[in-house]
């Protein structure tokens, strides 16, 4: 089963990730992470992406789907995969349709009004990536998951957070009608709880298993 999350960003894309890839057993396919692993080792994709991803800008679709496209092809995901991040522009999905099928798009549907005090406060741990939000930790300083240092991430400040979602709703958010009339769409409401949007997501996913 071959999977796309949808959301702005905050949504919780990447908790919902976490949760599916270890229910289902599908290699999660962030084109953040892979991003921000090769800004970290200075790589010159890395440098490239960290040129956008520093003003809230979207890196070049050819460098993106480039990077897609090799990790799909690797045996992990011979039996499925769950991509998180992309594709984020219909040029993208145009793009990923010549070498993939997708059976399901899920998007996680927040209220705007929440999300800039989500990205404001997420935290991410350097270790695992897992996020967190402030008002969860208690002062805590560490990951619950596995114990690592808990960071803000530079792209988390207001000015760049409301960049991102300016770009979302530019050039991401028309994904929601281009999949929609697919029939490839399942809305989930990203107001709710984790464990909620969790639940919304795994009974779609257990009756297409059937």
């Not at 930790?137 to 803000?152: D, F, I, P, V």
């Not at 929609?180 to 257990?206: R, Y």
Request: with cysteine; proline share 3%.
């Amino acid at each position: 089963m071959n999977i796309i999350l949808l959301g702005a960003p905050g949504a919780g894309k990447g908790t919902q990730a976490s949760r599916i890839s270890d229910a289902y057993k599908l290699p999660h396919i962030s084109t953040g992470d892979i991003f921000r692993e090769n800004i970290k080792n200075e790589t010159p994709i890395g440098l490239l992406a960290k040129s956008y991803i520093d003003k809230g800008q979207l890196v070049p679709d050819e460098v993106t789907c480039k990077i897609v496209e090799g990790r799909i092809e690797k045996d992990d995901c011979k039996d499925g995969y769950m991509l998180d991040g992309f594709p984020r522009t219909i040029a993208q999905a145009e793009a990923l349709d010549k070498i993939t099928k997708i059976d399901l798009v899920i998007n996680i549907d927040v209220d705007f009004s929440l999300l800039l005090d989500r990205l404001c406060g997420r935290r991410v741990c350097k270790d695992c990536g897992e996020s967190y939000h402030i008002s969860w930790l208690n002062g805590a300083t560490s990951c619950k998951r596995c114990g690592g240092e808990l960071y803000q991430r530079k792209d988390d400040n207001e000015e760049t957070v409301q960049s991102r979602l300016d770009v979302y709703n530019a050039q991401t958010a028309p994904l929601i009608e281009y999949y929609s009339k697919k029939g490839l769409l399942f809305n989930v409401e990203g107001n709710n709880s984790p464990d909620a949007v969790f639940a919304a997501v795994a009974e779609k996913l257990d009756a297409m298993k059937k």
